[in-house]
C-alpha cells in the first residue's frame, strides 16, 4: 500500500506542477496562444487554462481523499484522456510538438520537442502508474472476498 500511496503524492506533484505551469504560460503573449487547437477549435489560452484547472482539480481529489480507489480512478482517466486526444492530434495530422505549456518552455529556453518528449514520459508515468494501481487494488479487493483455500463448500 506504501507504494500505492507514494505513487498518488508523485502523480499530485506531477498534477500541481503542470496546472501551475499551464496558469503561468497561459497570462504570457506567445503566439501559440492565439492559434486555435485542431480538435476543440479553443484557442490555446483557453484551452490551457481549462485542462490546468482539470489537473488542479484531480490533484486536489488526491490530497483531500483518504481512500485510493477515486484519486487513482480520476489519475486514469485524466492520463487516458490525454493520450485519446494525443492520439487524435495525429489522426487530423497534427504533428508539431505538445503546446501544452504555452510559452513557457520559450522563458525557459527549453527547445519544444525536448519539453514535447517530457511530457510524453510524464503522460506515460500518470498511465502506467494509474492503471497498475487500479489493477493492484483490484486484486487486493478480489483476494479480501474469495474463501480461504482448503474449505469445502457446503454440500
Not at 486555435?36 to 484531480?58: C, K, M, Q, W, Y
Not at 480520476?74 to 492530434?89: E, H, K
Request: glycine letters at 6%; proline letters at 5%; aromatic letters at 12%.
Amino acid at each position: 500500500m506504501k507504494v500505492v500511496r507514494w505513487f498518488l503524492y508523485s502523480a499530485t506533484a506531477v498534477l500541481l506542477l503542470t496546472a501551475a505551469a499551464k496558469s503561468i504560460s497561459s497570462a504570457g503573449s506567445a503566439k501559440i496562444l492565439l492559434e486555435h487547437d485542431p480538435l476543440t477549435d479553443f484557442d490555446f489560452r483557453n484551452l490551457i487554462r481549462v485542462i490546468g484547472s482539470i489537473e488542479t482539480a484531480v490533484a486536489m481529489v488526491c490530497i483531500f481523499n483518504k481512500r485510493v480507489w477515486l484519486p487513482a480512478g480520476l489519475v486514469a482517466w485524466l492520463a487516458t484522456s490525454f493520450l485519446v486526444y494525443r492520439l487524435g492530434l495525429m489522426w487530423v495530422g497534427y504533428h508539431k510538438p505538445c503546446s501544452c505549456l504555452g510559452g513557457l518552455t520559450d522563458v525557459l529556453h527549453i527547445p519544444p520537442q525536448t519539453a514535447d518528449t517530457a511530457i510524453k514520459i510524464v503522460l506515460a508515468y500518470l498511465l502506467l502508474g494509474s492503471y497498475a494501481t487500479l489493477f493492484w487494488l483490484w486484486r487486493q479487493r478480489k483476494k479480501q472476498f474469495q474463501p480461504p483455500s482448503g474449505t469445502a463448500a457446503a454440500s
